[in-house]
């Protein structure tokens, strides 16, 4: 396997591997955040915490790396903006999978799928009762994919075209690792420091 290009974050000036960070961008003397690297221009790197975003904006970092005087965003938006950005990656993989067949949606869709050793990983809804999960998990039989727990049963199921949804479970490894990467980075970039 190849080896992955690193960054530096410029808030805790750790190099990470580059899917670790995000990347942030001057566009008209503002620091923007360029989720998807498509922006022209300078860049500068954070990770997806709200520390390092914090040690980034306040002694000036972003100028420094962008090497010419930008405004920063006020941190309470950006760590909004970025949180809704990784949310949207998620559904946006998560309605990918759908589409490309890879997605088992539903209490007896996933528990078909651990039976036939497909299930890469399992999204639960955050409104999914305790009982129904336990289920699955005994339908797992000792497997153990990643997991996590994100959006309502009512937007699980709009983003697959259905009405309520209380678990999916990902086919493909490589959707799989793709939206559990995002969720450790939205589960990193919530959580309040201790």
Same mark, same amino acid.
């Given at each position: 396997?190849?080896?992955?290009? /690193?960054?530096?974050?410029? !808030? ?6 580059? $899917?670790? *960070? *995000? @990347? ?6 503002? %620091?923007?955040?360029?989720?998807? /690297? ?12 709200? &520390? ?6 306040? @002694? $000036? ?16 938006? +950006?760590?909004? +903006?970025?949180?809704?950005?990784? @949310? ?12 490309? #067949?890879?997605?088992?949606? !539903?209490?007896?869709? *996933?528990?078909?799928?651990? /039976?036939?050793?497909?299930?890469? #990983?399992?999204?639960?809804? =955050?409104?999914?009762?305790? !009982?129904?999960? /336990?289920?699955? =998990? ?12 994100? +959006?309502?049963?009512?937007?699980? #199921?709009?983003?697959? !075209?259905?009405?309520?949804? #209380? %678990?999916?479970? +990902?086919?493909?490894? &490589? ?9 450790? @980075? ?6 309040? $420091?201790?």
């Amino acid at each position: 396997m190849a080896r992955q290009s /690193e960054r530096t974050c410029i !808030g805790c000036r750790v190099p990470r591997p580059k $899917d670790a *960070v *995000v @990347r942030v961008a001057a566009a008209a003397g503002r %620091v923007v955040l360029d989720y998807r /690297e498509k922006l022209p221009g300078r860049g500068a790197y954070l990770c997806p915490e709200q &520390g390092c975003i914090r040690k980034a904006f306040a @002694r $000036d970092a972003l100028s420094k790396a962008m090497r010419m005087k930008v405004q920063a965003p006020d941190e309470r938006e +950006f760590i909004t +903006f970025l949180a809704d950005a990784i @949310r949207q990656k998620i559904r946006s993989l998560l309605t990918m999978a759908a589409k490309a #067949g890879k997605l088992a949606a !539903g209490y007896s869709a *996933v528990k078909d799928s651990f /039976e036939k050793g497909r299930v890469e #990983g399992v999204l639960y809804a =955050v409104d999914l009762s305790d !009982g129904t999960r /336990e289920k699955i =998990v005994d339908a797992a039989r000792g497997v153990s994919p990643p997991e996590a727990k994100l +959006f309502t049963r009512s937007e699980m #199921g709009a983003m697959i !075209g259905r009405e309520l949804v #209380g %678990v999916v479970a +990902f086919e493909d490894r &490589g959707l799989s690792d793709a939206v559990f990467r995002e969720a450790k @980075r939205l589960k990193n970039l919530i959580k309040q $420091d201790e």
